[in-house]
């Protein structure tokens, strides 16, 4: 598996270009700029597309044409940008079929979106875009990577692309909103190597009793999780560095991470001291803050 992160930042970004806080005055002063979180896996799956994650992959020279499929956690519009699907349709990939993964209050929103800008519907056949709900799965199922056939979907996990390319996707409930955006789902994804990511944005604690039983023993390779809050808690339904922490806790206890689980913490806004404090207050539980544009090979 090969990530590469489009984006780590928050739903305004850090800084948020509005705000002369302390914290968005140090990143605009040589500090970190973060965009909307985004992860692109082996350059054919992508986790989340607010409106700035096609513009910083275009300005770190990645390319979007291979991309087959699209998850997306909620429709919050910093986790969905609808206006890709339209600006995809106006390129060389325009043909190409794309499966887009997301709960059901997000396919509507891409729905009237394509039917008003662009006449389209993604359920009519032919259309390259195909629809996929993405309903919270239970406990681990069996593994049926190796059946025959295309993508298949089962109690929730689905199985994307052909034979020896196959990426085993689990939604998973997260604690974010309401049906209105999502229902908000959190996603475990295992590649065709057998690597494993815990993409977990956005989402507050505690989880749903369900998602604590479905991450028991996945030992997951890589664990990228929201801290949105850091010390400024109380707004919305997020993590900040103490919820982000219990978290991590958490997992460990339920051989989610392991020893060798490389733990992100992502969704970074201004809400986070500025400086270096913050890379020391997550070495504490053994995360790191990425930056955007970096590429991990799992
Ligand atoms: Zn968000
Ligand atoms: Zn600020
Ligand atoms: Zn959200």
Excluded: K
């Excluded at 519009?77 to 325009?94: C, F, I, Q, V, Y």
């Excluded at 034979?163 to 996707?169: F, N």
């Excluded at 039983?213 to 400024?232: I, K, T």
């Amino acid at each position: 598996m090969r990530l590469r992160l489009l984006g780590t930042g928050s739903a305004d970004g850090w800084p948020n270009p509005w705000c002369d806080c302390a914290s968005c005055t140090w990143a605009r002063g040589g500090g970190v700029v973060r965009g909307q979180t985004a992860i692109l896996v082996d350059d054919v799956l992508l986790v989340d597309c607010g409106p700035d994650v096609p513009r910083a992959a275009a300005r770190f020279g990645v390319r979007l044409s291979g991309l087959r499929h699209l998850l997306v956690g909620h429709a919050h519009p910093d986790h969905l940008g609808p206006e890709s699907l339209m600006w995809r349709s106006w390129s060389t990939a325009a043909g190409r079929p794309l499966d887009v993964v997301a709960p059901p209050a997000a396919l509507e929103v891409c729905r009237a979106f394509l039917a008003r800008w662009e006449g389209s519907d993604p359920d009519r056949e032919g259309n390259p875009l195909r629809f996929l709900e993405a309903v919270p799965a239970g406990p681990a199922e069996p593994d049926r990577t190796g059946e025959a056939g295309g993508t298949g979907t089962a109690g929730g996990t689905l199985w994307l692309g052909e034979a020896g390319a196959r990426y085993e996707v689990r939604p998973l409930a997260a604690h974010h909103g309401d049906a209105s955006i999502g229902p908000a789902v959190l996603y475990d994804i295992t590649a065709p190597d057998g690597t494993r990511l815990l993409y977990g944005c956005d989402t507050a604690v505690p989880l749903p009793a369900s998602t604590l039983d479905a991450v028991v023993d996945r030992a997951y390779d890589v664990v990228a999780l929201e801290e949105n809050n850091g010390d400024r808690p109380g707004f919305g339904e997020h993590l900040g560095l103490d919820t982000f922490g219990e978290l991590v806790g958490e997992l460990r206890r339920r051989g989610a991470i392991h020893q060798g689980t490389e733990i992100l913490a992502v969704h970074l806004s201004h809400r986070n001291p500025p400086g270096d404090e913050l890379a020391r207050r997550l070495a504490h539980v053994g995360a790191r803050a990425p930056h955007d544009g970096e590429s991990l090979d799992i």
